[in-house]
Antibody
């Protein structure tokens, strides 16, 4: 079964850092691009960051550029999101998602985790 | 930066009726557009990619069309499980972007 499990969320003060992790199983992780998407309660989806299968192509939303760093460890079947200089507006449910296409350019997201909640508050 | 606009924000439909949802991009995204369904308390589910290709396991009552800047998701004969929020997403360029969503509610 293809599965993504996120962890690492929690309550953090503004200006501090947090690292999210996503454990992947049931597919050949090194073949696929991966993404982080977030959602504020009652609001819509916001793509946060994506990374290509070989980590050669990385993108960020303007709202997190320069503060967040995505990385992928194919040996550990894991995706990470290092979040620095956190702000109240970063409070959200963070989803890890698998790209539909193998190798190639990033596309749509066909497998999603259940998400991990990040709350930024003093 | 591309802006994705979905309309209407809310659509009230009776079970058994059809629904047409729109997504507009501020500049061409070719056919690099996906549609997702999200139910309360659940993660999104991929319905359509490449503007018109149904994802694995998606019923034929869901269909997508369009290219360039104008896209449509059509749901024929809505069933109880179809009442949800629907999002479009462009993947033609970084950053990937979602539309604001259309809530399909029971009339």
């Amino acid at each position: 079964e293809v599965q993504l499990v996120e962890y690492g969320g929690g309550l953090v003060q503004p200006g501090r850092s947090l690292r999210l992790s996503c454990a992947a199983s049931g597919f050949i992780f090194e073949h696929y691009a991966m993404h982080w998407v977030r959602q504020t309660p009652g609001k819509g989806l916001e793509w946060v960051s994506g990374i290509s299968w070989n980590s050669g192509n990385i993108g960020y939303a303007d709202s997190v550029k320069g503060r967040f760093t995505i990385s992928k460890d194919n040996a550990k079947n894991s995706l990470y999101l290092q979040m620095n200089s956190l702000r109240a507006e970063d409070t959200a449910l963070y989803y890890c998602a698998k790209d539909r296409g193998s190798f190639g350019v990033v596309t749509s997201m066909d497998v999603w985790g259940k998400g991990t909640t990040v709350t930024v508050s003093s | 930066e591309i802006v994705m606009t979905q309309s209407p924000a809310t659509l009230s439909v009776s079970p058994g009726e059809g629904a047409t949802l729109s997504c507009r991009a501020s500049q061409s995204v070719s056919s690099n557009l996906a549609w997702y369904q999200q139910k309360p308390g659940q993660a999104p589910r991929l319905l359509i990619y490449a503007a018109s290709t149904r994802a694995t396991g998606i019923p034929a009552r869901f269909s997508g069309s369009g290219s360039g800047t104008e896209f449509t998701l059509t749901i024929s004969s809505l069933q109880s499980g179809d009442f949800a929020v629907y999002y479009c997403q462009q993947y033609n360029n970084w950053p990937l972007l979602f539309g604001g969503g259309t809530k399909v509610e029971i009339k």
